[in-house]
């Protein structure tokens, strides 16, 4: 098991939840961290160590 | 040789100035051509007829005496012909006639039957011998049957200056043909009284030019001296030649000499025939002195400079300080039309008034009216004669006499008159046509550019309209952008969540809510689907009005195929008969047309999903000459009577219950074709299946 933290960028506090509720529901029991826009995302990431920045998973088939 | 036989010499000269007039009058018509036929034949009768009496060339009295018989006959045929032309009717006859006579009588003159005798021992005798009535008698129809024409034409006649034309133009023929009878008395014809009528004719027609077409004797005189210094020059010139080519090659022949010294001159006259040009300046500048120059500078300022001058204000006072210097005229005036009223009053005098003059025409003035009408050039004695301008005020006639008004100006531009120009009287002479034809020239231009000036504002208002108006069109479009991104943002983030929470309460809490619950629960949950399809289907129409084309040869039955691929995935086990025709190509954006064929396939799949043998057809076919393309299925179709419904958004012709949708597709469809260039039709009946068919001209 990875124990990398996940890092959600999300503005709508009901899409966090949900989404904290489905990884709970899928026993994923990584550290989540949440940044509400990307600048926030940069700052946030540079302070947890050993950061790889993976590709970006968009979880959501709500396509633009 | 008596003193009678100066008559025709002062006949033929008195002549001269007329055939100067007309042959520099332009613009040049017919009538001009007719009159100089007639003043040449006139001139040679007359020359003729003064060798004859003259004590010149006695040994050759004959061949004057049969030459001034033809040139008789053609005068008086090309007299007919010419003031014929003034009358009334046709003249068919008349010109057979006359020209017959000229025919017959050149003819009997070169056989030498007419005359028939000369004697020269007591005056000229003349003997026309027994010919005399076949020359005689058509004369007489010529002269009647052109005094009738011209009197039902001077009857029928209104206009004033028209009637005073017909009128000298008939005391002209009267005189001729009264002083021409006197050829019938063989006593009268020793002597040469009928140049008497030639003389008069001459006399009554340099008067009426000079008098109403308002021709100087100036300008005959400029004319006639600029000619006649050229020809001198020519004469000059040829016989210097002539000496040079005899002693240089020293031949004894003079017919050789004159045949080369000829050829020379005619080389080196063509070479320099803009010398005519130098003549004409010279004398020109001769006559005008200090105003020639002004002249030069009004026709450059008309010619070239005008453009750079838009309204009427700037024009007026650049260009009445140079009407004035090359007319020579004490003052002129622009009347420009109140702002208020709409009466003429005047806004510019040249030279600077010491008081400002109170002249003022009503914008419903005979004169107004004219000027308007004619677009002309109107003379002051005009208002006199002619009945219409009777009924101006007593007041702008008392002023016109007051500033000594001669003429006006219209100035028109699109149709209205938006200024007059008036000169007053010059203090010695009257304005010639000349003069008056420079400043038509001058405002006809002056019309011209304001026209242009007109239509270049016109143009730069509508770019300016244009890129106002496009400047609106891209705002409305990022407006329209902005709204759908937040449509597909904002308005859905919520009915994410909508979903989303009902799933959770449907996950988490499925034991304590009763089946209903859960029911309703899987309701909502289908109607935030129902929801997002919507917007999805919006969101598709709008990219589809926006998206840039990019066309390309694109295989419809490649395209087809894969859609066709994808539906029979969705549900396999559904039996349907897809016929598609091969090699279906067409210029197009792939994408656009991937989402209406798609569009239109999945209409077909749908509407004949309750078919027990479902066949849809994917073809091409001929609609008018172009090519047309079509889906046709055998489902459930619809009623002809809604067909105007069936493009437009959210409109759907069956019940949601029925079949599934959105209500968009079609007009998605709509949009894709039209922006293609091309048309969307369908066909159908109830129960029997639809046709859609579709062109692709060309992308718009």
Redesign the interface.
């Known amino acids: 098991m990875n124990h990398k933290p996940i890092l959600l960028v999300e503005d709508?506090s009901?899409?966090v939840l949900?989404i904290k509720?489905a990884l709970g529901?899928g026993h994923v029991a990584n550290k989540l961290l949440v940044a509400e826009d990307g600048k926030e995302a940069w700052t946030t990431s540079s302070v947890v160590k050993n950061t790889t920045c993976l590709r970006p998973v968009n979880c959501?088939h709500?396509s633009? | 040789m008596t003193g009678y036989s100066y008559i025709p010499l002062i006949a033929a000269i008195s002549y001269i100035p007329l055939f100067i007039i007309v042959i520099s009058s332009r613009p040049f018509h017919r009538r001009h051509l007719l009159f100089i036929l007639y003043l040449a034949s006139a001139i040679a009768w007359s020359s003729t007829s003064f060798l004859l009496h003259s004590s010149f060339l006695p040994e050759h009295k004959m061949l004057l005496a049969r030459l001034m018989t033809v040139a008789f006959t053609w005068m008086a045929v090309q007299l007919y012909v010419f003031s014929r032309h003034y009358g009334y009717g046709n003249y068919v006859a008349g010109l057979a006639i006359g020209y017959t006579l000229l025919t017959i009588s050149i003819a009997l003159a070169a056989l030498g039957y007419v005359p028939e005798s000369v004697s020269v021992s007591n005056g000229v005798q003349l003997s026309i011998g027994p010919w005399f009535p076949v020359l005689f008698v058509p004369l007489i129809y010529l002269v009647v049957d052109n005094v009738q024409a011209l009197v039902r034409k001077l009857r029928a006649l209104t206009d004033q200056v028209q009637r005073t034309r017909v009128t000298y133009i008939l005391i002209g023929v009267c005189l001729m043909a009264f002083f021409s009878l006197s050829n019938s008395v063989d006593f009268l014809r020793r002597l040469p009284i009928d140049h008497f009528g030639n003389l008069a004719a001459a006399c009554v027609w340099t008067y009426a030019t000079v008098q109403h077409q308002l021709v100087d004797v100036r300008s005959v005189a400029r004319r006639g001296l600029s000619w006649a210094a050229i020809v001198i020059v020519a004469i000059i010139g040829y016989l210097f030649l002539y000496a040079v080519v005899g002693m240089a090659t020293h031949v004894q022949q003079r017919a050789l000499v004159t045949a080369l010294a000829t050829i020379a001159a005619l080389i080196i006259g063509l070479s320099i025939y803009q010398l005519r040009y130098v003549f004409t300046r010279l004398v020109d500048r001769l006559f005008y002195r200090e105003r020639y120059d002004y002249r030069q500078k009004l026709e450059d300022f008309a010619r070239n400079r005008i453009r750079g001058v838009s309204n009427l204000k700037d024009l007026s006072g650049k260009l009445l300080p140079l009407i004035i210097g090359s007319l020579g005229c004490p003052h002129a005036y622009v009347m420009l039309p109140e702002k208020s009223i709409g009466d003429f009053v005047v806004e510019f005098t040249e030279p600077e008034p010491d008081s400002k003059s109170v002249l003022r025409m009503g914008q419903d003035s005979p004169v107004v009216d004219w000027l308007k009408r004619e677009n002309k050039y109107l003379s002051c004695d005009k208002l006199d004669i002619m009945p219409e301008f009777r009924g101006m005020l007593a007041q702008e006639g008392m002023w016109l006499k007051a500033l000594n008004i001669g003429g006006f100006f219209p100035i028109i531009n699109r149709g209205n008159l938006v200024g007059i120009l008036m000169l007053e009287n010059k203090q010695s002479s009257r304005y010639t046509l000349e003069d008056i034809n420079l400043v038509q020239t001058v405002m006809h231009q002056v019309a011209v550019t304001m026209e242009k000036e007109f239509l270049q504002e016109q143009l730069r208002k509508r770019e300016q309209e244009l890129t106002l108006s496009t400047a609106e069109l891209q705002s409305a479009n990022k407006e329209l952008e902005a709204f759908v991104h937040s449509v597909s943002h904002d308005l859905r983030a919520p009915l994410r969540g909508i979903d989303g929470w009902s799933l959770a309460l449907l996950e988490d809490y499925q034991d304590k809510i009763d089946q209903q619950g859960c029911q309703y629960l899987g309701r909502i949950r289908t109607e935030t689907q129902r929801m997002d399809d919507l917007i999805n289907a919006l969101l598709q129409l709008s990219r589809v009005s926006r998206a840039s084309l990019e066309l390309k040869l694109v295989d419809l039955t490649a395209m087809a195929q894969t859609i066709v691929s994808r539906l029979r995935d969705s549900q396999p086990d559904r039996p349907v008969e897809f016929i598609i025709q091969p090699k279906l190509m067409a210029q197009g954006d792939a994408s656009l047309l991937d989402i209406a064929l798609h569009n239109l396939l999945e209409n077909a799949w749908k509407f004949s999903s309750r078919c027990t043998h479902t066949r849809i057809e994917f073809g091409e076919t001929n609609n008018e000459g172009d090519q047309a393309f079509f889906v046709r299925d055998n489902g459930v179709g619809f009623d002809m009577a809604y067909s105007d419904k069936l493009f437009g958004a959210f409109q759907r012709l069956h019940k949601p219950s029925d079949f599934p949708g959105t209500g968009i597709g079609l007009a998605t469809v709509q949009r894709i074709v039209r922006r293609h260039g091309g048309r969307l039709w369908a066909n159908a009946k109830v129960d029997e299946g639809a046709t859609f068919y579709f062109t692709l001209t060309g992308a718009v």
């Open positions: 709508n009901s899409d949900l509720r529901k959501l709500w633009y």
